[in-house]
Nanobody, 123 residues
Framework: VQLQASGGGLVQAGGSLGLSCAAS????????MGWFRQAPGKEREFVAA????????SYADSLKGRFTISRDNAKNTVYLQMNNLNPEDTAIYYC?????????????????WGQGTQVTVSS
């Protein structure tokens, strides 16, 4: 599975961005999909994940209510809508795929990774 994240950019605090992760090579319809982020000097951290059907989602506690993960298996794409952004959200955002039935939140548990897309939030 090859993953291509896109949609990052520069946004002012309080603004919104929508990220996309397009998969190729095979269908991701049976994969748990996750979004992670990594800020300079920090470890990669869990943002959100969604089960293969989209029926269950999970979010980092600090992001609940601002971020929404979704997927369109017909388009082989996963999305992350980010609202009310603040400078602490500045990071490279990565999408990942894991061959699981249930959601996983650790980076080491995912099998495939995209290249990342930069999100910068100015104050």
């Amino acid at each position: 599975v090859q993953l291509q994240a896109s949609g990052g950019g520069l946004v002012q605090a309080g603004g919104s961005l929508g990220l996309s992760c397009a998969a190729s090579g095979r269908s991701i319809s049976t994969y748990v999909m996750g979004w992670f982020r990594q800020a300079p000097g920090k470890e990669r951290e869990f943002v959100a994940a969604i089960t293969w059907s989209g029926g269950s989602t999970s979010y980092a506690d600090s992001l609940k209510g601002r971020f929404t993960i979704s997927r369109d298996n017909a388009k082989n794409t996963v999305y992350l809508q980010m609202n009310n952004l603040n400078p602490e959200d500045t990071a490279i955002y990565y999408c990942a795929a894991g061959a699981y039935y249930y959601i996983r939140t650790m980076p080491s548990e995912y099998d495939y990774w995209g290249q990342g897309t930069q999100v910068t939030v100015s104050s």
